[in-house]
């Protein structure tokens, strides 16, 4: 083999360490937000400085450029160490307090640095520097010094180790797609690492060439890896930060594809979904397209029947520092709870809580809302008041327990009755009023007649006694040819009938004004 062909084949490993470092540095200067990036981009720049320096190493036929380049490369190598041991802390999760303490790493790679330029003074790192051949290739054969086997290879194995260590230590605790991620960077570690524990202890026998290098080549294919497939630099570790894992919220993290990345214990008891699910069906009713630049709120419902959760779901857009849309960070609050309060005293404010009709205020609204819409479309309406029959006798004789108990019977029994349209409101005591829409004078009569004979034929059982009631009706008609004046003079004209009737014997029905019934 010529010699050139020879060269060639040791730089072409190196070339394309080259192009895939560049390649990565590129991709994670767009991440410059994320935290770990400034580690990586470190780690990426040192590799690209060694791979260079060791090609102009390769191709100099000069003894002097090849140390000064073979120094060039063991500086970075050094630097390479705490940078490589800093990213690999941040993706374990080291506390930020720790974190600050890694600038401490950079102190023997610096004496180190200083030592190796300075030894021409004392030969501390190399005793001696010579020219080896191998086929008419002439590469350095240099005596390492002690400084190199107690200080420099020390550090950089054991950093290297404890890089490694760290990663392993963190896979316990961390999520599903957060292990798939160390996992990635633990095998780019471990292969570059193995093969220059090999190099060093001669178990890989190449004088004339350091295999690291093209080591890294295998390496990055797999950083590559987990940067595109498990997204190492993008959404996930920027959300992770803002992730509390003890929130008694859910927190889900999307990609731009609304894609679940990342969930916190609290979300995972909330949905039914893993990581790697679309999101697009969940979060239907928000267009997340129209979110890029701001935050939208919404109810979800999840579940059925008694076991139905509502939540309300914040979904907020995430972005890097270049205000690129990276996804969207979606934050779950169970207000099952305040809904169900809410809707209860909804209904406290609109219903009579002992017998289940509408109290006086609401039915006031209902018959004015109507009145407004019958006058409007000239539309009929009726109403019908009616008043328990010698109601006090009841409560004297059985209790005002007793007396709660019939009237709310009563009013179940009249609303089983009635339309649905129909409405019924206590209008004080014992006395009640029905609203009516649609339905003229006769209707109105038919229907009281039926309702006080139902009442009268029922039997309410309480406490083993039986109680048997009457009601008196009262019943007025709004006809689409007449023009009530108010609303006040259509009830006067249902009470003057309920009057006539409580006075002409009771238990029976009586209209105002006759068959047409007068509202003026």
């Given at each position: ?78 630097l ?24 401490l ?54 950093f ?6 760290v ?43 350091d ?45 731009q ?80 709870e ?33 009145w ?18 010698y ?52 209707g109105?009569?038919?229907t ?13 059982r ?28 259509f009830l006067?004209?249902?009470?003057e ?24």
């Amino acid at each position: 083999m010529a010699l050139q062909q020879f060269i060639n084949l040791l730089i072409l490993p190196l070339i394309l360490n080259l192009v895939l470092l560049a390649s990565l540095i590129t991709y994670a200067i767009r991440q410059r937000s994320l935290e770990i990036v400034n580690a990586f981009i470190a780690v990426c720049t040192c590799l690209l400085i060694w791979n260079i320096s060791f090609i102009i190493e390769i191709l100099s036929p000069a003894l002097n450029t090849k140390v000064l380049f073979s120094n060039i490369a063991i500086t970075f190598i050094s630097l390479l160490i705490p940078s490589l041991f800093a990213m690999c802390a941040i993706q374990a999760g080291v506390s930020p307090r720790l974190q600050r303490l890694l600038w401490l790493t950079l102190l023997p790679p610096l004496a180190t640095i200083a030592v190796l330029w300075s030894d021409p003074l004392h030969g501390l790192f190399r005793q001696t520097v010579i020219f080896a051949s191998y086929r008419d290739y002439f590469y350095l054969s240099p005596e390492f010094g002690p400084w190199y086997y107690q200080v420099h290879l020390p550090y950089v194995y054991i950093f290297a180790g404890l890089s490694i260590l760290v990663l392993i230590f963190a896979l316990p605790r961390q999520q599903h797609l957060y292990r798939k991620q160390t996992l990635a960077m633990i095998i780019s570690l471990l292969i570059p690492l193995m093969v220059s524990l090999a190099t060093t202890f001669n178990i890989i026998h190449l004088p004339y060439y350091d295999l690291t290098p093209s080591a890294l080549t295998i390496s990055f294919l797999v950083i590559g890896l987990a940067l595109f497939r498990y997204r190492l630099l993008t959404v996930v570790p920027l959300a992770r930060d803002l992730v509390f894992e003890h929130m008694t919220d859910g927190v889900l993290v999307l990609d731009q594809h609304q894609t679940l990345v990342d969930l916190n214990p609290a979300a995972r008891q909330i949905i039914q979904r893993g990581i790697g699910d679309s999101f697009d069906d969940f979060l239907a009713p928000v267009q997340l397209a129209k979110l890029s630049n701001g935050a939208s709120e919404t109810q979800i419902s999840l579940g059925a029947g008694p076991d139905q959760r509502r939540y309300a779901a914040r979904i907020s857009a995430v972005h890097d520092q270049n205000r690129s849309l990276l996804g969207w960070a979606v934050l779950l609050h169970d207000i099952t709870e305040t809904l169900n309060l809410l809707e209860r005293l909804q209904h406290l404010a609109i219903i009579d809580e002992m017998t289940g009709a509408y109290n006086r205020r609401h039915f006031m609204n209902l018959l004015n809302d109507e009145w407004l819409r019958a006058r409007r479309y000239s539309h009929m309406m009726s109403l019908i008041m009616l008043d328990m029959d010698y109601f006090k006798q009841v409560n004297d004789t059985y209790g005002h327990f007793a007396g709660d108990a019939v009237l709310k019977e009563i009013i179940q029994l009249i609303r089983q009755n009635l339309r649905d349209l129909d409405r019924i409101g206590r209008f004080g005591g014992e006395e009640f009023i029905i609203l009516l829409p649609e339905t003229d004078l006769r209707g109105a009569q038919i229907t009281a007649e039926r309702l006080r004979q139902k009442i009268a034929a029922h039997l309410i059982r309480y406490q083993e006694k039986e109680i048997f009631v009457t009601a008196s009706f009262g019943v007025a008609e709004l006809p689409p040819d007449r023009d009530a004046t108010s609303v006040q003079r259509f009830l006067r004209a249902a009470d003057e009938a309920l009057y006539v009737a409580k006075n002409t014997g009771r238990n029976r029905v009586a209209t105002s004004g006759g068959k047409k019934a007068d509202v003026q």
